[in-house]
């Protein structure tokens, strides 16, 4: 059994995915070797990451945990015969690349869309409003308003 804490700040394809991580992840790896002589792993995260809100796009908190099980082989051919609750990882010379292990199953973890309440977020619904007319005067000189702006004035 393992149990230790993986630096954020060293995830360098999650932080492509989602920005700059801070902290620490949470892990606990159990180590089994089945009958078939298979390595298995079986594992558990916790993790508080900076995940951009799909709205205003600034970080929000998001904790993730995940509750996991890999199985070590070394060729397809092992692969298929994984049992059905276990995720095969094909490594070389059985050497797994641990952190990178954990790091996939981090980013499988991730939600998909978060968005902040409405309250917190940088874009609420009364700016998205009065920010957007502005942007379409200046882009659409042709818009709808002004021609019925000009018809006004000749009444
Ligand atoms: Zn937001």
């Given at each position: 059994m393992i149990e230790g804490l993986v630096?954020?700040?060293?995830l360098v394809r999650l932080q492509d995915e989602i920005g700059p991580q801070q902290g620490n992840a949470s892990v606990r790896l159990q180590f089994d070797v089945d009958t078939q002589r298979r390595h298995l792993i079986d594992g558990e995260l916790e993790a508080d990451l900076m995940v951009p809100c799909r709205r205003c796009l600034q970080p929000m908190a998001v904790s993730v945990a995940s509750h996991f099980k890999l199985a070590i082989v070394s060729d397809d051919a092992l692969a298929a015969e994984v049992p059905s609750d276990y995720e095969p990882v094909l490594v070389d010379d059985e050497q797994l690349d641990l952190l990178g292990a954990v790091e996939d199953e981090l980013i499988l973890s991730l939600p998909q869309v978060v968005y902040h309440d409405e309250a917190n977020c940088a874009i609420s619904r009364e700016q998205m409003s009065s920010g957007e007319a502005p942007v379409e005067e200046v882009s659409r000189p042709d818009s709808p308003f002004d021609v019925l702006k000009s018809l006004k004035g000749k009444f």
């Open positions: 630096d954020l700040e060293k």
